[in-house]
Structures are given as C-alpha cells and as structure tokens.
C-alpha cells in the first residue's frame, strides 16, 4: 500500500522559515517525481515545486522562486521543501504527491502570521 505522509508544518511568523517532509512508504521516491502543492482557503490548489525522477531537476513556481527549495534524501525515502522568508500569503495546507501514479499525502498545515 503506497502512503505519502507530509509533516514539518506549522504556525510561523512572518519572515520564518520552516522544513517540510514527505516521507513516503510502498513506493520508491527515487523512481518518481515528487511534487508539492498547497492549497489556501477559498483558492485552488497550485503547484509550488517539483523535483524530477530522471536526474533531479527542480523547478519551483515563480511564487517561491528563491524563497523555497526542494530537496531529496534517497536513503530515507523522503523529500524536502525548504521554506525561508515565510510570508502571510504562503499560507495554505501543503501537500506531496508522487507523479505518475497520483499518489497524495494527506496534507500539513502552514500558517504564517503577520
């Protein structure tokens, strides 16, 4: 059974920085590209980064361009999204996801307050 669990959420001020993990279970990171999206209250969900299977190319909305970085630990099955100079509006529920397949995490919330 494939399970992608987020963690490293939180309440943060603005100007913080926290680390998001999304460890996953069932499945072999290494052999997908794993994406990050958040999803704010009353907006659609976006995409934020995403590193690729083939040779670990990152690529980062132009949001956070800067301001967040993805990471991969193939030891530990998990993937990194870094998140510096937090601002109000990166406020959302972020979620991993493991692409192709369409494997999902279950979210961890990201308050960032002002």
């Known amino acids: 059974q494939v399970q992608l669990v987020e963690s490293g959420g939180g309440l943060v001020q603005h100007g913080g920085s926290l680390r998001l993990s999304c460890v996953a279970s069932?499945?072999?990171?290494?052999?997908?590209?794993i994406a990050w999206f958040r999803q704010a209250p009353g907006k659609e969900r976006e995409g934020v980064s995403a590193?690729?299977?083939?040779?670990?190319?990152?690529y980062y909305a132009n949001s956070v361009k800067g301001q967040f970085t993805i990471s991969r630990d193939n030891a530990k099955n998990t993937v990194y999204l870094q998140m510096n100079s937090l601002k109000p509006e990166d406020t959302a529920v972020y979620y991993c996801?493991?692409?192709?397949?369409?494997?999902w995490g279950q979210g961890t919330q990201v308050t960032v307050s002002s």
């Open positions: 069932g499945l072999t990171m290494v052999a997908y590209a």
């Open positions: 996801a493991a692409l192709p397949g369409g494997y």
């Open positions: 590193i690729s299977s083939s040779d670990g190319t990152k």
